[in-house]
């Protein structure tokens, strides 16, 4: 970051902005594909065991 000029940080701020608007929809597709139980490949059980393996 401490090599960035301002060149670079307008460029930044300008795809962010547009991230940033495309934000809600990107929620809001996100919780649908919970509601159908669809979680990028792992059941809510697979998913909240996985970590406690990890732990061990």
Do not use: Y
Not at 22 to 50: D, M, Q, T, W, Y
């Amino acid at each position: 970051m401490a090599d960035c000029t301002q060149a670079d940080w307008v460029l930044i701020g300008a795809q962010f902005a547009e991230f940033a608007l495309k934000l809600p929809n990107r929620v809001l597709a996100h919780l649908r594909l919970g509601a159908l139980g669809l979680r990028g490949g792992f059941s809510s059980r697979e998913h909240g065991i996985e970590p406690l393996a990890d732990a061990e």
